[in-house]
């Protein structure tokens, strides 16, 4: 029986009678959730009890609306939802993190033997296991506690997986019940994708010198818990990941026995009761198991952070101080700085003719067109757009958007053209992602681009070139939050802030699949062991690889825990002590960008206190919350019943942003009292007092303001009120609160939307 207490179903629904969604005319796969222990004696497993609760609803396989409505009234039915498609979000880093060359006794690496007793789970397209990232030389026997087990399939044998690599499973019916392609498909566990390859490696991969991407990155690569063990559930295919394979993902997962799931996975942002991550993730973390997701690549839009559920750890990303420089040198000798990763032969000194590509499309032009088209096809450089007359022995700058960076190069050297020039667009603004061109080609900002535009503009000939300058390490300012990291407010709850942290997430580098060009693109011929990706992606596995040496250990440590020394001891200034920007304009990070801070993996194993969360502080924040009786038992599987003489607050939960929200107009609404509880995690008694830098406008009193604690595992609970002061301005101000016992400092953010 699955440990997650609940099993998942696939089936079709027939809109003969129409009364849901008419995206739906055809049928639609629904994930349906029955309560195991509710299963009648009679049959002998979940599935013949099912298949029997079916075949008296209808003898016909494809279900009515009218038949999933009566479904939902069974007591033995926790839920049904339709099955969709969720997309995935995408050797320096753990250098830039501290866990450097030199290990210190005390130390993270030292305390954790880099992760070696803990089992990360990491859902994505599986994995390439014949990388020397995933070797096991020296580790030793696999923990006793794992049950899974290495499925065999396509390309992929039982003996592929090692005391290193000690798991792999692949999950795919519920990808094909909603008609994702089946085009190229490999049916295992192997990656023919890259990104799961690239996840698992930079969470757990072993150290490997000589890596580089085509010289780029050059040196030693290895994963943040180089010694963990990966277990790999290949829920992502061409499409997509489905549903309902996700959800199989993660109940086979907390039944193997992993500590961590690593899920850089998501879609929009919708209830808890109806996301399946959110409620697989709940079952995970309810066996102890830690849950990492990505926030998202929507930023820098506000409100677009994904992975929303209180019980998930959402990361953010960030850039490390390493770039791949590359200088595009205009006519008018202006120089713009930007970024590549182009290997090949360089252009001439002699500058080239410049063209933009909404100038250069495919159809005639109109005599009185304007020079800037943004929008059209030709301006993004879609295929066919571009004209070879135009193009030829020309480098073209192309917008940002509508295909794939790399994509862009090639549209070019189809069209003649001789160099590309990728240059944001409204949003991006300042952050730029390296690619691995097929022609010389960068990327520039989106202030650079519209420089570019107004030279083209100013004269008749314009020319450039483009100078590439390799590798650089030492970049200032680092890190900068990335402008694609989704952003908060998160959805739902004012009282629940996400994402939670940022990690490193920008031009990473990590194991790649054999087979795979770096560009992913079909006419690229070039192939390599490792390849440079950004994206949240890519920062989750760096916060999986830091839950797993937080495990190793602290064994004893919640996920709660794991989570709370990583927010509480993150820093929110830069490497020289000035406030961490934002790229996509250069202004100060604020919480809604970068969540408690960027992670500080030392300081996180001595957080000093943390504030610790259990299942019965979830189900009573969705109580306090408003949620039904029933979109709690889809959650959690447990009856609830939400009693009001428990005056339960939703702002209570022991989280560790204080986030509420005021109303200056409603005399009832212009103060609160929030109410947090921590627990001593240091092995000697301590004496902690409180720091506060106000929000604007907003008067806060903490009570008591010292703490002193005698041993560990004590907890305390503090009190802080927080109310409107006259004149206050309407919005969200943010200001912070402190303990501190003179070795620890143990900050919360607070945000107060007024």
């Known amino acids: 029986m699955s440990l997650l207490g609940s099993l998942v179903l696939i089936v079709f629904l027939s809109f003969s009678v129409v009364s849901i969604d008419a995206n739906f005319e055809k049928g639609h796969a629904f994930i349906v959730r029955v309560q ?11 599935e013949h009890w099912y298949s029997s609760t079916l075949r008296s609803l209808s003898s016909n396989p494809l ?25 995935l979000q995408t050797t320096r880093s753990p250098q830039f993190l501290g866990l450097g060359k030199t290990v210190m006794p005390n130390g993270l690496i030292s305390e954790s033997d880099s992760g070696s007793k803990v089992i990360i789970g990491v859902l994505d397209t599986g994995i390439w296991p014949e990388r020397r990232s995933f070797h096991d030389a020296g580790l030793s026997d696999v923990p006793s506690k794992w049950k899974g087990e290495c499925t065999e399939g396509e390309k992929f044998s039982k003996k592929l997986c090692n005391k290193k690599l000690v798991g792999a499973r692949y999950f795919i019916d519920g990808y094909e019940t909603i008609g994702g392609s089946i085009r190229g498909v490999i049916r295992s566990a192997r990656d023919n994708d890259g990104h799961g390859t690239h996840t698992a490696s930079t969470a757990a991969g072993r150290t490997v010198s000589n890596a580089s991407l085509l010289g780029f990155a050059s040196g030693t690569a290895g994963g943040i818990a180089s010694k963990a063990r990966i277990a790999v559930y290949k829920v992502c295919w061409q499409d997509g990941c489905a549903d309902s394979d996700i959800l199989a993902g993660f109940d086979k997962a907390v039944e193997d026995g992993v500590d961590v799931i690593s899920s850089s996975i998501g879609g929009p942002p919708i209830p808890d009761y109806e996301d399946p991550i959110a409620i697989g993730a709940f079952g995970a973390m309810d066996h102890g198991v830690f849950v990492s997701a990505a926030a998202g690549n929507s930023g820098p839009s506000e409100s677009s952070v994904t992975n929303i559920a209180p ?192 990690a490193p997430g920008v031009n990473i580098l990590a194991a790649w699949p054999d087979g795979l060009s770096p560009t992913e693109l079909s006419d690229d011929p070039r192939r390599t062991k490792f390849n ?35 927010m509480t001891t993150a820093y929110t200034h830069d490497q020289e002590g000035k406030p961490l920007l934002d790229d996509t304009d250069y202004k100060q990070a604020t919480v809604f960008v970068m969540g408690a801070g960027h992670v500080d993996p030392e300081k996180a194993t001595d957080p000093g206190l943390i504030y610790n969360m259990t299942v019965e502080d979830y189900v009573s924040f969705m109580c306090a919350s408003g949620f039904s009786s029933a979109s709690i038992k889809t959650i959690t599987r447990r009856r609830v019943i939400c009693s009001e003489s428990q005056k ?25 009292t929030v ?80």
């Open 63 to 87: 279900l009515t609306a009218q038949q999933v409505d009566e479904l939902k009234k069974r007591p033995e039915i926790l839920g049904v939802f339709p099955d969709q498609l969720r997309q």
């Open 648 to 672: 339960l607050h939703p702002w209570d939960i022991n989280y560790p942003i204080i986030s509420v929200s005021l109303d200056p107009s409603t005399k009832s609404k212009t103060r609160l």
């Open 311 to 502: 019980w998930i750890t959402t990361v953010g990303a960030s850039s490390i101080d390493r770039r791949f420089p590359a200088d595009l040198l205009l006519g008018n000798g202006s120089i713009i700085n930007g970024s590549s990763l182009y290997n090949g032969g360089p252009l001439p000194t002699k500058k080239l003719p410049l063209i933009y590509g909404g100038e250069a499309a495919e159809e005639p032009r109109r005599p009185d067109a304007k020079l800037v088209r943004s929008g059209s096809p030709a301006a993004f450089c879609i295929p066919g757009s571009l004209s070879p007359k135009l193009v030829r022995g020309k480098i073209v700058l192309c917008d940002r958007g509508m295909s794939a960076r790399a994509a862009k190069s090639l549209v070019v050297k189809e069209a003649g053209g001789v160099g590309v020039i990728v240059a944001n667009v409204e949003p991006e603004g300042g952050n730029i992602i390296a690619d691995a061109h097929l022609i010389p080609g960068l990327a520039i900002t989106q202030s650079g681009g519209d420089l570019v535009r107004g030279y083209i503009s100013s004269t008749k000939t314009p020319e450039a070139t483009i100078v590439f300058r390799g590798t650089q390490v030492g970049v200032k300012p680092a890190p900068v939050v990335a402008s694609f990291s989704s952003r908060g407010p998160s959805y739902g709850s004012p009282y629940i802030f996400k994402p939670d942290m940022v």
């Open 36 to 46: 195991n222990d509710l299963k009648p004696p009679e049959f002998s497993g979940v």
């Open 675 to 754: 109410v947090r509880t921590v627990t001593h995690v240091g092995n000697s008694g301590s004496k902690y007092s409180v720091t506060v830098r106000r929000p604007k406008g907003i008067a806060v009193s903490v009570d008591p303001k010292s703490i002193e604690f005698k041993k560990k595992g004590e907890k305390q609970s503090y009190k802080v009120e927080i109310s409107v002061e006259e004149g206050g301005e309407d919005g969200a101000v943010i200001g912070s609160l402190s303990w501190t016992d003179g070795k620890h400092r143990v900050t919360s953010p607070i945000v107060v939307y007024i």
């Open 532 to 566: 440079i990706l950004s994206g949240t992606s890519m920062s989750c596995p760096h916060v999986s690889g830091l839950a797993a040496l937080l495990k190793g250990a602290h064994p004893d440590w919640s996920p709660g825990a794991i989570r709370s020394a990583l």
